[in-house]
């Protein structure tokens, strides 16, 4: 199983609510229904355990993927084509991280 770990901001003048909005009606049921993800999380970051400093994102996605050779099949079509589309008009330069668990 490999994980995808996204981190990113809004883009300036993004308005928060519509991104959630978004999210939460779109992006998470969207990719989250998937064959290929067994579960999509969002997440707001908060803070930093035990400091006052901002933390340097203020979104975490987390994909558990499956088969990712099906998801790239899914990924292109043209549903997720859109979405990803609408994604690139909220996030700021996101970050897509693959990992594995140990």
């Known amino acids: ?8 901001n809004l883009q300036a003048g993004v ?7 978004w999210a939460t009606e779109t992006d998470i049921p ?16 908060e803070g930093i355990l035990m400091s006052e400093a901002t933390p340097p994102y203020q979104y975490i996605e987390i994909l558990k ?3 990712m050779d099906k998801f790239g099949q899914e990924v292109a079509s043209e549903t997720m084509q859109k979405v990803a589309s609408e994604f690139q008009k909220f996030a700021d330069n996101p970050t897509f991280i693959m990992t594995s668990k140990l």
């Not at 199983?1 to 990113?8: A, D, E, G, H, P």
């Not at 969207?30 to 970051?45: H, M, N, P, Q």
């Open 30 to 45: 969207t990719a989250g229904g998937l064959a290929s993800v067994d579960s999509f999380e969002v997440l707001k970051a």
């Open 15 to 21: 308005d928060e609510s519509v991104y959630q909005q």
């Open 65 to 67: 993927i499956n088969d």
């Open 1 to 8: 199983m490999t994980t995808i770990v996204v981190l990113f």
